[in-house]
């Protein structure tokens, strides 16, 4: 239940591993963490091509918005680092498609990835200052589809909520201030929107994390007694055989 959740942050242990999981990808991770961020690192590479294709066809859609409603310099220059993280993306994508993924990771991938993140999301989050200050509506379109994007986005690499939160924490905060500077009831309604939604991303992330974590320890003892049983069977000195149950030679000795 929610009341479970707000006293579980009261803990030391829930708020310092909390803490840890909100800094930057620290350096030199062995044993279970490697294998939790080897498998984030693949998942990250593997969506970047998706998140670059969706970042352009939203920014079209605003600045389409934008060329109907009023053009500012602002948008200009907005849509223009726009089209460039797309491409960004997209050139990630086409390069890491190219190279296996080693069996240990040292977190510089990830680290570059946060900070991407950090300035991508900081980028879509002032597309409401691109829109014309005379309308208004518009402005309050472009933070809807900012909102959305961010959740969608974080909802596609779930299980790599460093990245996801990198991106939707600047993203938020830039795009509400818009309208918490301006006051009154909007401003209001839109801070406190976005600080659950952010609360709700952050405790939904951390326990994403675990899941993955918990994944990639179960195929980890799955590997490891599947090694065991092996080895175990190469040691028999007699000939030795495993058959399933349509007769057919599962495994064998040596």
């Known amino acids: 239940s929610s009341t479970g959740i707000w006293r579980a942050m009261y803990r030391t242990d829930y708020l310092t591993s909390l803490v840890a999981f909100l800094r930057t990808q620290r350096r030199g991770t062995i044993g279970l963490d490697n294998a939790v961020l080897r ?23 605003i600045y389409c918005t934008f060329l109907l409603t009023g053009v500012t310099q602002a948008s200009h220059v907005w849509f223009g680092l726009i089209v460039l993280s797309a491409v960004f993306l997209a050139r990630m994508y086409l390069l890491d498609r190219n190279h296996a993924l080693p069996s240990e990771v040292s977190g510089n991938y990830m680290r570059r990835a946060e900070y991407c993140a950090f300035v991508l999301g900081a980028i879509w989050g002032a597309g409401v200052y691109a829109a014309d200050p005379g309308t ?119």
Do not use: W
């Open 39 to 61: 498998e984030q690192q693949l998942r990250v590479a593997n969506t970047a091509l998706l998140a670059g294709v969706v970042s352009l066809i939203n920014g079209i859609a």
């Open 136 to 254: 208004p509506v518009t402005a309050l379109f472009v933070f809807v589809v900012v909102v959305s994007m961010a959740t969608g986005y974080s909802a596609l690499i779930a299980s790599v909520p460093r990245v996801s939160l990198r991106f939707s924490i600047p993203c938020f905060i830039t795009s509400s201030s818009y309208f918490v500077m301006q006051g009154g009831a909007i401003g209001t309604m839109t801070g406190s929107l976005i600080f659950v939604l952010l609360m709700a991303l952050v405790i939904g992330g951390y326990h994403s994390r675990a899941h993955l974590a918990e994944h990639v320890r179960s195929l980890s003892e799955a590997n490891s007694a599947k090694q065991n049983l092996d080895d175990a069977i190469e040691a028999i000195e007699d000939a030795f055989a495993i058959f399933g149950q349509d007769g057919k030679v599962v495994r064998t000795n040596s």
